[in-house]
């Protein structure tokens, strides 16, 4: 199974050969082999890549982000052909039927719900009651919105009353650098699965390729949270990105067992899609550092 993200931060040549990415920067050549990739984040706007290595990187299913000026991630390689009866999981998902959909989207509601709860029963906040107090209020399909009541409580809690989600500050910055590369891995794990990252389950925007993603990453939103609030004091640098990358190789429980978040993931997005065939087996992923 692969484990390691690499991270080109300055200007180099990437290129493949004979089973190895190769990263050349002078005079320097490193080789890594693909089997122990997972992810590639290409930080600088200075790298060169060759058409051979994102074809093999395609046809590997190894995730590749690109990032912009700024080191922040813009976009991501999505091969056409993932897995071998694709047409058949493109058929299933659009005969997904609404009431399935509805009732698995109130499940994953509830799971993030119940993992922000945790983040605030963390930080010894008194808001924890009233946080928990929403999950049982939410409706098939959340059609009250539970998550976006709690969403204002659980960021005031974490970042202060003056806090306002997607405004241009550090602290957003951080979370959205995460969140971008926790959507990346997640649509890789759907498109590996055969389905469309446009069709979602409740996003349903035109306007978005990633709407499955975006449902499916709620529940681990959490712990990107996490770490920025813990580390609301350090400069929003390279290192920290290279910080924030590196937690998905730190292991969580999940399913009675302890894995790389990595794994879970993959898990979790198989599990999930899964599940529509029944939704009774949906394994709710519980905010738990391990």
Known sequence: MSFRTVVITRQSKISYKNRYLVVKKNNEEKYIHLSEIDTIVVASIQVSITAYLLKELSENKINIIFCDEKHNPFGELIPYYSRYNSSKKIKEQIGWQSKDMDLLWQKIVKNK??????????????????VTSYINEVTVGDKTNREGHCA??????????????????????????????????????????????????????????????CDLMEPFRVLVDNFVYYNLKREFNMDYKLDLINLFNNYFKFEGRKYTLKDILTMYVKNTLNSLNNINKYEDFIFYEG
């Open 152 to 213: 204002k409580v659980y960021f005031r809690e974490l970042f202060g009353k003056d806090f306002i989600r997607d405004r241009s500050d550090n602290i957003n910055n951080a979370l959205n650098y995460g969140y971008s590369v926790l959507l990346s891995t997640i649509n890789k794990e759907v498109i590996t699965n055969g389905y469309l990252t446009q069709l979602g389950i409740h996003h349903k925007s035109e306007y978005n390729d990633f709407n499955l993603s």
């Open 113 to 130: 719900i119940t993992n922000q709860a945790l983040m605030l029963r963390k930080i010894n906040s008194e808001k924890y009651d009233l």
